[in-house]
């Protein structure tokens, strides 16, 4: 695109954003202060490739509610929306966990298998989100931060490509995590601009919780506010498994291994999780998504596969389990992951 016109709606914010080539920004790794990026015109197309990769476009801001931000170059060079994922869950629930565990098993086994390609919206946001989340906890066995309760950017981009339609653009994709305490009223929900935009959500369940018959807040505060439900979906994700690994039927859904797209195992796995949350819940909300978002799925996952020594290291290294399921199902159910054969997921 070449064009001032608007093309996308800024996430944070909510404005629509125009791209104008010439007038982009950088950050360089080792300043907190952007730059205007000049791109010369004898540039060759991979430096100019090179150089995009890392540039971001000022967002208007028009009604002034946020602090100045900043897009992604590839977030805004689209010809679709980009889709906007929110990880919604109670403190200490894993959702940075389970988001780090995600990228960290994307990196090391890919998608092509499932036919979608991976890469950064923003190499150096990538990179900043990979030393300071991913590497800590798949490498050095580290407890990661709760996270900042002044947070109000998306926490990664990833553009995703189906390569079931190699001549179609790939899809700038988002993801908000947001700190738990910032989920528990409405005003607090109703700040983030987001909430308003969302496609899809992550649902992560706390077993701690779950089992002291603890009313997840975070689940109803969200879905009292998010408007059109019944057009969204959403992966609820029964993290932390590992604790439920010798009883069925998580058991044997964590001996699955491998992710995959067929919806008839993703529906026998929903049901089977449907009924042992249900037995816990009591009423506590943890299944209202099912009944209110148009389209769901349920999967057991350990973001570790350990337990905490202490608050700041695993008492074993840290062996992410199925993290990719719910990242594969939730693609299928937004439309990232195209095709006949998966047509069937989500319910």
């Known amino acids: ?109 890919g998608l092509e298998r499932f036919g979608l390609s991976v890469s950064p919206l923003d190499v150096d946001e990538y990179e900043r989100f990979t030393n300071t989340l991913v590497q800590p906890l798949l490498s050095r066995g580290r407890v990661l931060p709760r996270t900042n309760q002044n947070v109000w950017e998306f926490a990664l981009g990833l553009l995703i490509d189906d390569t079931a339609d190699p001549e179609g653009p790939g899809r700038a994709v988002a993801f908000f995590d947001v700190s738990g305490e910032n989920l528990t009223s409405s005003g607090d929900v109703s700040d983030q601009a987001f909430f308003d935009r969302v496609d899809g959500f992550f649902f992560v369940i706390s077993p701690d919780d779950l089992e002291n018959d603890q009313t997840d807040i975070t689940f109803s505060t969200v879905l009292d506010l998010v408007e059109g439900k019944h057009e969204k979906a959403a992966v609820l994700v029964l993290g932390k498994s590992d604790r439920y690994r010798f009883e069925p039927p998580v058991d044997r859904w964590l001996r699955e291994g491998a992710p995959g797209l067929d919806p008839a195992l993703i529906l026998e796995e929903t049901r089977d999780l449907y009924a042992f949350i249900d037995r816990y819940d009591k009423g506590s909300g943890y299944l209202r998504p099912w009944f209110e978002v148009g389209r769901t799925a349920i999967h057991a996952v350990s973001a570790t596969g350990s337990v905490r020594l202490d608050d700041t290291r695993y008492a074993r290294p840290v062996r992410p389990r199925r993290v990719l399921q719910p990242f594969l199902t939730l693609m299928a159910m937004t439309g990232v992951k195209g095709g006949d054969d998966v047509q069937g997921i989500g319910f």
């Open 1 to 109: 695109m070449t064009d001032t016109e608007p093309t996308v709606r800024c996430p944070i914010c909510l404005s629509r954003v125009a791209l104008d080539p010439e007038l982009l920004w950088i950050r360089p790794p080792e300043s907190l202060e952007y730059r205007r990026l000049t791109i010369p015109p004898d540039a060759t197309d991979d430096q100019r490739r090179r150089l995009l990769r890392r540039a971001k476009v000022l967002c208007p801001n028009r009604i002034d509610e946020y602090p100045e931000h900043y897009l992604p170059y590839r977030y805004v060079d689209q010809s679709r929306e980009p889709v906007v994922v929110a990880l919604v869950g109670a403190p200490a629930s894993g959702k940075t966990h389970l988001l780090a565990s995600m990228v960290g098993t994307l990196q090391e086994q």
